[in-house]
């Protein structure tokens, strides 16, 4: 974004995804599914996700060659430090790359190459980017293929809590066995859009603890389905998912711009949501039926 092609090295510095003052209410699911009514969780997440990380201005007025959206972004420049310093810690965990299962990224990708919308309408992976991510049919499963960012939400931990992410909210859709809210850090889940007229997981089989199957890079992570974000977004996971695929987990800063691919496999279900080990076992059965299917 805005680079400058002559002069001294450019004084601006990326900035965390700011998020735009839209607050839109989202109905939320609890353990069973039930609708529990509008909370600020879905709200604050759209926020979130309002603006992709940008550059900004260390010094000066704004320049033409800024980004649009230089000069809501300028401001944060003095909130900046307090921002970054308490996550330095975090950001320095290295990434974790693995690759879950046996069945190759490949195969799973080619069963994915067409697109048969089963949504009413498409989403935008985040505030302000144009909506044109649909949710996509095929045998025994849904999919679409976005952008990945970073939920930290949920049970706090080192990596997740308001020093690390200034708009974290210790709340999931969904919860352990224990009744507790899940823990991004070490769970590898996925968010899917709240319920809506464009498109509602809950008639398509994709439920709290369903399996899914995130694929970035030809790495595979099995992950579930582990909470509801704003009715118009896609492209979303925990830390621990992230961190699985070799994204940088970063809240702030981390996620990956695209090339990220979701297939969730209807009417699966790991109990309890928390048991991973599960989670991949079920993920494989399902991926090979899928890719033989």
């Known amino acids: 974004m805005g680079a400058h092609s002559s002069g001294p090295p450019d004084p601006c510095s990326r900035v965390p995804r700011a998020r735009s003052p839209a607050l ?42 800024d980004p649009p959206h230089a000069s809501l972004e300028c401001p944060l420049r003095a909130v900046l430090p307090a921002l970054l310093a308490p996550v330095l810690l975090a950001a320095a965990i290295p990434p974790v790359s693995a690759q879950e299962g046996t069945v190759p990224a490949g ?58 992410d200034p708009f974290f909210l210790p709340t999931t859709a969904f919860q352990d066995s224990a009744g507790r809210h899940l823990d991004s850090a070490t769970l590898p889940y996925v968010v899917v859009p709240g319920p809506s007229k464009v498109w509602d997981h809950r008639r398509w089989g994709v439920h709290g603890g369903g399996v899914v199957a995130v694929i970035h890079r030809g790495k595979v992570e099995y ?24 994204i940088d987990p970063h809240p702030v800063h981390g996620g990956a711009d695209g090339g990220a691919t979701y297939i969730f496999f209807r009417d699966s279900r790991v109990r309890p949501i928390e048991n991973h080990r599960e989670a991949v076992r079920i993920g494989q059965e399902l991926a090979r039926k899928f890719v033989t299917s």
């Open 107 to 164: 195969a799973l990708l080619a069963k994915v190459r067409t697109c048969h919308p089963v949504s009413a309408g498409r989403y935008r992976t985040d505030d302000g980017a144009r909506a044109d991510i649909p949710v996509c049919g095929a045998k025994g499963a849904v999919f679409w293929k976005a952008d990945l960012d970073i939920d930290c939400d949920g049970r706090p931990s080192r990596v997740c809590n308001k020093r690390t």
């Open 24 to 65: 839109r209410g989202v109905s939320r699911q609890g353990a069973t599914g039930r609708e529990t009514g509008p909370t600020g969780h879905q709200k604050v997440r759209s926020v979130r996700r309002s603006v992709r990380v940008g550059r900004v201005c260390a010094d000066g007025p704004r320049r033409a060659s």
């Open 223 to 246: 992950a579930v389905v582990g909470d509801t974000g704003p009715t118009d977004l896609i492209g979303e996971a925990s830390y621990a998912t992230a961190r699985a695929l070799g």
